[in-house]
């Protein structure tokens, strides 16, 4: 057991009636706390009497018992240099202002008679000097980076001289916020969101992580194809979502407030559908298939009707295509060497030879175009300079898709047996690898959600999909529905509301993934209500 007067007072508690250490410094705190808000009343000393002294004549620009105060100060200083250099700061702030008020006779009087002697910082001496017959207080604040006179000088002057005090003698400023900033940051890390999203809480209670913002139940399942679907994406204004399917077909579905969605049109197609792109505007959809896909069809998604088929040669292979931001043109791509930009008339501007892609991205510079190759890689290509860079070194395994966050720092790859990595693009670095989904042979399609894209969601050849917090490797929520049997081939949260989540899979299922607080979708801010 314990004895009172040792580990008891040291850690807290009370002996003889007396606060312990740790008691004691808390009770300094919130004592400062107070003070900061006009409360001055207190029981316990909050600092050295001379400290207070100090701060007070510096405040109020009382510079000869900011000194005084100051040399009885001294024997809790380490070092004289220490001490000089506070003297020195004490009267550089005296002159400024003397300047300011047009005392010049006495700014030359504090020059001589305070700073010189000190003998320091003899540069910035000269500098003073200079500035003695400047007329332009404008000047004198650009030339020497002060504000001028007043509080504000003051109290940065104040807190400048605190950083040689022992803090026994003066507590830092706002000590007991930054304390708290610091307690609620560490919480929030722990919970794995960053401030952004992490709303502010209490004191009074820990931080909780808004779990309840992660999809995790389905609100619907459609069904309208009559095959495997390969792949979904809401369009840039969250208005619709579109379908792709084994059975030739795109489906439209309009969008409502609330996330669900409804059935508006089908796009006929003559091939598999694997793979499309919505246009900036969302008025067109390009459309693409399997390997053995030799064209893109171009679609006005308003009228339902097809704009133009793209065809270079029968023996080409267009697997996957992506817009400029302009909207004027499109890229596309294939296994077979061909990597094409083609205008809104069908007719190819420019070609990249001999790249086997397999996946695009074009950047919003409007010039950089991200493909996955053959390579096990991921390169940028410049149409207009036609000039290439490597962004991710060779992979042991197949880059089978890649997803980038809404604001292109990072990269999510599907590496083919190896899960998914993700990469720091502002540096080309890689960050993390994420565990738990099973993809061996398929193509799935990942994608960035939640705020601040924290989260990263992929489907499963195990019919799950699995959710994960961009600093976590292992999945904070699992979502089964899908059949079990059956590929998760494409997942895509809403651009929007970035907790709605759309699914779809072999089981030729779609489903739309919602929070289990439905106060934590919100009401959308669009309308889906008319067609496109």
């Known amino acids: 057991m314990a004895k009172n007067g040792t580990e008891n007072d040291s850690a807290g508690g009370t002996l003889n009636g007396h606060l312990g250490q740790r008691d004691s410094e808390v009770v300094r705190l919130i004592g400062q706390h107070l003070e900061d808000l006009g409360l001055h009343k207190t029981g316990t000393e909050l600092e050295n009497q001379h400290a207070t002294e100090f701060r007070c004549s510096i405040l109020t620009g009382d510079w000869s018992k900011a000194i005084a105060a100051l040399e009885n100060l001294r024997p809790e200083i380490s070092r004289d240099d220490k001490v000089q250099n506070m003297i020195f700061q004490i009267y550089e702030q005296k002159y400024l202002e003397l300047l300011e008020d047009g005392e010049t006779l006495e700014g030359v009087k504090c020059l001589r008679q305070d700073l010189a002697p000190l003998n320091i910082q003899t540069e910035h001496l000269q500098k003073l000097a200079q500035i003695l017959f400047v007329q332009d207080k404008k000047q004198i604040y650009a030339i020497m980076n002060w504000p001028g006179k007043g509080r504000d000088s003051r109290s940065a002057l104040m807190n400048k001289l605190q950083s040689y005090l022992p803090h ?67 369009n840039n204004s969250g208005t619709h979502l579109a379908t792709g399917s084994k059975d030739e077909t795109v489906v439209i579905w309009a969008v409502a407030s ?63 295509v992506a817009w400029f931001p302009d909207g004027d043109s499109y890229v596309c791509g294939g296994k077979r060497g061909q990597f094409y930009q083609v205008n809104l008339e069908g007719h190819i501007i420019e070609t990249f030879d001999g790249v086997r892609v397999f996946g695009l991205h074009v950047l919003a510079d409007g010039r950089s175009i991200l493909a996955s190759d053959s390579h096990n890689r991921i390169r940028s290509y410049d149409f207009e300079a036609i ?89 904070i929520k699992e979502l089964t529905g899908h059949s079990i049997d059956k590929c998760v081939n494409c997942v895509h949260f809403h651009p929007i509301h970035t907790n709605l989540l759309a699914s779809v899979s072999d089981d030729q299922l779609l489903k739309i993934w919602m929070p289990d607080d439905n106060d934590a979708f919100g009401q959308a801010d669009f309308s889906a209500t008319t067609s496109l």
């Open 168 to 234: 026994h003698i003066m507590l830092p400023p706002n000590r007991l916020s930054l304390l708290l900033q610091q307690a609620q940051k560490f919480q929030q890390q722990q919970c794995l969101f960053s401030n952004g999203s992490l709303p502010r809480t209490s004191l009074l209670y820990d931080a909780q992580s808004p779990i309840k913002k992660v999809p995790s139940k389905c609100i619907q399942t459609l069904n309208r194809h009559a095959g495997d679907i390969n792949y979904c994406r809401f």
């Open 387 to 475: 000039l290439d860079k490597e962004v991710i070194n060779r992979l042991a395994n197949p880059i089978m898709t890649f997803s980038l966050s809404s604001d292109e720092n990072y990269i999510l790859l599907n590496v083919l047996e190896d899960g998914l990595h993700l990469y720091d693009l502002s540096c080309n670095t890689f960050v993390r690898k994420y565990r738990g989904n099973r993809q061996s042979m398929y193509q799935i399609h990942s994608a960035f959600g939640g705020d601040n894209d924290e989260l990263l969601a992929t489907g499963s050849e195990c019919g799950t999909v699995f959710i994960f917090h961009r600093e976590k490797e292992t999945p």
């Open 258 to 320: 609330n996330g669900t969605v409804s059935y508006e049109k089908t796009l006929s197609c003559d091939f598999e559908v694997t793979f499309f792109s919505w246009s900036p505007n969302d008025e067109l959809l390009a459309v693409v298939g399997a390997e053995n896909t030799s064209f893109v069809n171009l679609w006005e998604v308003k009228t339902g009707t097809k704009k133009h088929e793209s065809r270079q040669s029968p023996d080409d292979s267009l697997t996957s």
